[in-house]
C-alpha cells in the first residue's frame, strides 16, 4: 500500500469511520509494522496538536499549567478539581527527556517451562529482570527476588517489576510465596493493592480488568478505594468496578505456584532430642528406628558436627539380623506424606537429602561406607515392614528409590557430606529415610557416626490446572448451560462440582483428571450417576468427595462407576458420603480412602450400599476419624479393608449381603464391626476359625450393641475361583 | 495532621509527575481513543485515581508504567461502555503502544508552527478544518453543512492534514536551522 493510503486510512480512523473489516486490517497493520505505527503516532499527534490548538483558542483566560510548589514548610491546599481544571492545558507542558539509569536487577529467573518473555518489544533471554515491563507471552516461570519473595507467573501476562518490594500486574496470573523477611511485599493491579503478611497468595487480573486475590496460606491485606481487607488462609476477594469486594473461596489450582515447603513431621534429624531410637522395625512415622544405633556425645574422639548429640552406629538388629554376612547397621524413619497428596499426585514433588558422616580415630582400615537412601511407598505403613523384614523381595507398594553412597576418610576431626535429590513418585504415602553403614570386612560397626541430616521436601512450580466447574443448578451433565462459561468437561480439565444442585450423568462419560465434589469451604458438591450413566476415570484422575473444611459431598451411583485412580471419600472436615443405589463402583486395583485429615468436628465419612449395589476396590482405607461402611444390601469386594487409623471411630455396620475380603485389620482407636443381620456374609481369605476372627488385633465386634458371643457366629469354607474363603454369618 | 482537603507531600508529588508525563499520556490515549473530548476525559479520570491512589506509588518505581496502565484500563472501560466493535485498537495493538510509550514523547509541542501552517491553508479547507476541530463535527456532518460528499470530506481532511504536517516539518527545520 502506497502511503497515501495508509495515511488515508489512519484519517479514517482519527475521523471514526472505520468499518469492522477495515479496523481489522488497521489493527493487523499496526501490529505487524513498527514503520506504520511511528506513521500513526505522528498522525496522532498532529490531530492532538490540531484538537488542543482549537481547544485552547476557543477557551481564553486559561493559563499554562504550573507545577505547585510547596511553600515554606507550609501544607498547600491543592484540590482535584483545582488540578484537574488546571490540566485542561497540559500540552503545553514540556516534557523532560527521562534519565536513563544503570540497570538494577530485581529478579532472577529461578524456573522456567517454556516461558517466552518480552521486554520493549523484543524477546527477553536474560535470567535477571530489572525495573520494567515484562509480558510473558507464553509458558510459565518462577522469579525469585530478594528477601524471601518467590513468585510463578504464568502467560499471557503483563507486569511490571517497580522495585524489589513490589511489582504490578496489568494482566494476567501471579502468586507468591513470601518468606518473613519479605513482608510487605506488594502487588499493584489496576483497581487496587495486595499488601502480603507473610504468607503464600495469588492474583490475577482478568482481560476486562477485574482482580482476584486468593490467600493459600497466611494472611494478606487488600487495599481497594482507600478501604483495607484483611484475608486469612482460604479466602479469596474479587475487586469490581468501583471497588466493591466479593468475597470466594481461595482456589489455588487456578493460579500458577512457585514451589514450595512441605511441611511434613519428620523428627530429631540432629540427634539432639532426649529420646532413645527404637531398636527393630519403628512401627509408625516419625521415629528413628532399625539396627542398633544411638545418640552420643563427644565419642571415641569424635565431636558431634552440630549441638551436643550425634549418631552412633552400634551393631545390626539383634534377633536375627536380616542378612547374617553383611556387617550392616540401617537407621530408618518413615515419613508419612498421606495429607499431602495434592501436590504429589502431580508429580511435582522432590526431596533433597543430606548428611554428614564421620569414623573414629581407632579405625584403621579403611572400608567403610556410609549411605543415605529414600524410598517411595504406596498404601499402608505394614507394606514398609515387608520391606524391612526382607529388602530382596521386590514390592508392588515400592514405587521408587535412590541412595548415595560415601566413603569417609579416617580422619576424625573432618565430617563427610553425602547428598542427594529425589523426585517423589505420584502416589507415594510414604518416605522412609535410611542412613546406614557398611564396616566391611573389619566386622567393627563402633566408631561410625552421622550428624546433621537435612531432609528438605518441596514442590516444583506448576502451572495452573484447566478447571471445568459445575455452575450450582441442578441438571444433566451433558447440558452444557450448566457449566461455568457454557462447555461442557473436556477430558484433561479437572472437573468441580459445587453449589446446591446435583449434577446428573445419563450417559456415558470420560474423565482422564481428577473429580471434585464440593470444592469450597462450606459449599456443596452433589453428583448422581443414573441408571443409564456410565462416569470413566482414568489412573490420574482421582475422585475427591467433598474437599474443604465445612463442605458437604454426595455421590448417588445408581448407574456404573469405573476408576483407575484412587477416590477420597472426606476430607479436611468435609461431610461426605457415597450411596452405591442398585449401582456399580468398580475401582479393581486402586485404594478407596475415607481420610478425615484433620478432624475437628463430628463430620462423617460414609459409604453405603444397598438394593444389590456393588463396591469392588483394591483397598478400601477407613483411616481417620468419623468413617462409616453401611453395607445394606450388596457386595464389597476388596483384597483389603483397614477399618480405623490412630485416630477416632471407624464403624462397619453390616446388615445384609456380601463382604468379600482378602486381608482385614483395625485400627488402634475404637475401630468396630457390627454384624446385624442373618444375611451378612463376611467371607475372609484363608482358614480361619471364630476364635482367630473375634481376636483379630484392636478389633471389636458386635452384635446388637454387644460384643459378638463365639456362639452367635457360624463359619464355613468357600472356593471362588482359585481362592478359598472362610465365611461367616449369624447362627 | 493533614486536613481532608490537604494533599499530603507525597500526593503531590505524584502529582507532579503526572503533569510531567502527561504530554505523552494524552497522546497515548489519544492514539486509542481519537475524539479529542473523549481522551481528554479518559486523561482527568486517571488523573483522579493516580491522586487517590497516590500512596500506593513509592517513589523511585516507574511512575510511567503504572499511569499508562491506569489509563488502558480507563480506554478500555470507555471502549465496554460504548460497546465499540469497529474503529478501536486491539488489546495487541495497544499492548505494543504502551510498550513503545516513549515514542509518544518524542517531539515536543509544536503549536507556534502549526499556528503559522494553519494560516497557510485555504479558505475553504481553514473552514473544513475548523469545523471538524473547533466545532468537533463529524466528517459526515461537515459534508452536509459544506455540500460535499462524505468520501471528498475524509479525502480533504487527509490531504489538510498531510500538507499541514510537511509544512511544520519545514517550519521547524528552518526555524531549528
Known amino acids: 500500500m502506497e502511503e497515501k493510503e495508509l495515511l488515508k486510512l489512519i484519517d479514517k480512523y482519527i475521523d471514526e469511520v472505520l468499518t469492522i473489516e477495515e479496523t481489522e486490517e ?5 501490529e505487524c509494522s513498527k514503520d506504520f505505527r511511528d506513521l500513526f503516532r505522528k498522525r496522532i499527534k498532529l490531530h492532538g496538536d490540531l484538537a488542543n490548538h482549537y481547544d485552547a483558542t476557543n477557551i481564553p483566560g486559561i493559563t499554562p499549567f504550573e507545577k505547585p510548589k510547596p511553600e515554606n514548610n507550609k501544607p498547600i491546599i491543592f484540590t482535584i478539581l483545582t488540578a484537574v481544571a488546571a490540566i485542561a492545558v497540559f500540552a503545553f507542558v514540556v516534557i523532560n527527556p527521562q534519565t536513563s539509569t544503570e540497570p538494577q536487577y530485581f529478579a532472577s529467573i529461578a524456573f522456567e517451562d517454556k516461558a517466552r518473555l518480552i521486554s520493549n518489544e523484543k524477546l527477553y533471554s536474560e535470567k535477571q529482570l530489572s525495573k520494567g515491563t515484562y509480558k510473558l507471552e507464553s509458558g510459565m516461570f518462577e522469579l525469585q527476588m530478594p528477601n524471601e519473595v518467590v513468585l510463578a507467573i504464568e502467560a499471557p501476562t503483563e507486569f511490571t517489576i517497580d522495585n524489589e518490594k513490589r511489582i504490578s500486574l496489568a494482566s494476567g496470573k501471579v502468586s507468591a510465596n513470601v518468606g518473613e523477611a519479605g513482608r510487605g511485599f506488594e502487588v499493584i493491579t489496576p ?163 543430606s548428611a554428614f558422616f564421620n569414623t573414629a580415630d581407632n579405625l584403621t582400615v579403611d572400608d567403610n561406607s556410609f549411605s543415605i537412601s529414600l524410598v517411595a511407598f504406596n498404601g499402608d505403613i505394614e507394606e514398609i515392614k515387608k520391606y524391612w523384614d526382607n529388602q530382596k523381595e521386590p514390592l508392588s507398594e515400592m514405587l521408587g528409590s535412590t541412595s548415595h553412597n560415601l566413603k569417609a576418610d579416617l580422619d576424625s576431626n573432618t565430617w563427610e557430606k553425602s547428598e542427594l535429590n529425589f523426585q517423589i ?245 475404637d475401630s468396630r464391626y457390627y454384624i446385624t443381620g442373618v444375611e451378612a456374609e463376611l467371607w475372609l481369605k484363608g482358614d480361619w476359625s471364630i476364635d482367630q476372627l473375634l481376636s483379630i488385633e484392636n478389633s471389636t465386634w458386635l452384635f446388637q450393641g454387644e460384643a459378638l458371643k463365639k456362639d452367635q457366629l457360624q463359619v464355613s469354607q468357600r472356593k471362588l475361583g482359585d481362592k478359598s474363603y472362610s465365611v461367616f454369618k449369624l447362627q | 495532621m493533614a486536613e481532608e482537603n490537604q494533599l499530603s507531600e507525597h500526593t503531590i508529588y505524584v502529582q507532579e509527575l503526572f503533569v510531567e508525563h502527561v504530554g505523552g499520556l494524552k497522546y497515548f490515549v489519544l492514539s486509542m481513543l481519537p475524539d479529542p473530548d473523549a481522551a481528554q476525559d479518559v486523561v482527568q479520570e486517571t488523573f483522579i485515581t493516580i491522586t487517590a491512589k497516590a500512596h500506593e506509588f513509592s517513589k523511585g518505581s516507574n511512575f510511567k508504567a503504572w499511569a499508562y496502565t491506569i489509563a488502558r484500563f480507563k480506554v478500555l472501560e470507555t471502549y465496554k461502555r460504548q460497546k465499540r466493535e469497529a474503529n478501536r485498537l486491539s488489546d495487541s495493538v495497544i499492548e505494543l503502544l504502551a510498550s513503545e510509550a516513549d515514542e509518544f514523547d518524542k517531539d515536543t509541542s509544536q503549536s507556534d508552527a502549526l499556528k503559522a501552517c494553519l494560516n497557510k491553508l485555504s479558505p475553504k479547507v481553514s473552514k473544513m478544518i475548523e469545523l471538524r476541530y473547533q466545532e468537533g463535527w463529524k466528517p459526515s456532518k461537515i459534508a452536509e453543512a459544506i455540500d460535499w460528499t462524505a468520501e471528498a470530506v475524509y479525502v480533504a481532511l487527509s490531504r489538510t492534514r498531510t500538507s499541514l504536517r510537511s509544512c511544520i516539518e519545514k517550519q521547524l527545520k528552518s526555524s531549528g536551522a
Open chain 1, 425 to 669: 513418585p505420584a502416589g507415594t504415602d510414604f518416605l522412609l529415610l535410611q542412613l546406614a553403614v557398611n564396616a566391611g570386612a573389619e566386622r567393627k560397626l563402633e566408631g561410625h557416626f552421622a550428624d546433621n541430616i537435612i531432609l528438605d521436601i518441596a514442590t516444583v512450580p506448576r502451572r495452573s490446572v484447566p478447571i471445568a466447574k459445575w455452575n450450582g443448578e441442578a441438571g444433566k451433565w451433558e447440558n452444557k448451560k450448566n457449566w461455568k462459561f457454557g462447555q461442557l468437561p473436556k477430558p484433561q480439565d479437572t472437573v468441580r462440582i459445587q453449589g446446591k444442585g446435583e449434577a446428573i450423568i445419563s450417559e456415558e462419560v470420560n474423565l482422564k483428571q481428577p473429580l471434585i465434589l464440593a470444592t469450597h469451604n462450606n459449599s456443596g458438591g452433589y453428583l448422581r450417576i443414573s441408571k443409564k450413566g456410565v462416569l470413566n476415570q482414568s489412573a490420574n484422575g482421582e475422585l475427591l468427595i467433598g474437599y474443604n473444611r465445612g463442605g458437604k459431598a454426595k455421590l448417588l451411583i445408581e448407574g456404573t462407576l469405573r476408576k483407575r485412580g484412587r477416590a477420597f471419600i472426606g476430607r479436611n472436615n468435609a461431610e461426605s458420603s457415597v450411596v452405591i443405589d442398585g449401582g456399580i463402583w468398580d475401582s479393581a486395583g486402586a485404594l478407596v480412602r475415607m481420610p478425615q485429615y484433620n478432624s475437628k468436628e463430628d463430620t462423617q465419612s460414609l459409604l453405603e450400599i444397598k438394593h444389590g449395589g456393588k463396591f469392588m476396590a483394591k483397598a478400601l482405607e477407613m483411616i481417620n476419624d468419623e468413617s462409616v461402611v453401611e453395607l445394606v444390601d450388596g457386595y464389597i469386594e476388596l483384597e483389603r479393608l483397614t477399618i480405623g487409623g490412630d485416630n477416632g471411630t471407624a464403624v462397619v455396620n453390616h446388615h445384609a449381603g456380601i463382604l468379600r475380603v482378602d486381608n482385614l485389620k483395625f485400627g488402634s482407636v
Open chain 1, 191 to 353: 483497581d487496587g493493592k495486595i499488601i502480603d503478611l507473610g504468607t503464600r497468595f495469588g492474583v490475577s487480573v482478568s482481560d476486562n480488568g477485574k482482580t482476584e486475590a486468593h490467600v493459600f496460606e497466611g494472611e494478606i491485606n487488600v487495599v481497594a478505594s482507600s478501604k483495607t481487607t484483611k484475608l486469612i488462609q482460604d479466602q479469596a476477594i474479587l475487586l469490581e468496578e468501583g471497588a466493591q469486594l466479593k468475597e470466594m473461596s481461595a482456589d489455588q489450582s487456578s493460579f500458577p505456584l512457585p514451589g514450595f515447603p512441605i511441611k511434613a513431621n519428620i523428627s530429631n534429624l540432629d540427634f539432639e532430642e532426649e529420646k532413645a531410637l527404637l531398636i527393630g522395625w519403628p512401627k509408625k512415622a516419625a521415629v528413628w528406628g532399625g539396627d542398633h544405633g544411638e545418640q552420643v556425645e563427644e565419642h571415641l574422639g569424635v565431636k558431634p558436627m552440630e549441638g551436643s548429640k550425634m549418631l552412633q552406629f552400634v551393631k545390626p538388629y539383634a534377633k536375627g539380623a536380616r542378612d547374617e554376612n553383611q556387617n550392616v547397621c540401617q537407621i530408618w524413619q518413615v515419613i508419612d506424606l498421606k495429607s499431602f497428596d495434592d501436590e504429589i499426585r502431580r508429580g511435582g514433588v522432590t526431596a533433597r537429602l
Open chain 1, 26 to 30: 488497521f489493527n493487523d497493520l499496526l
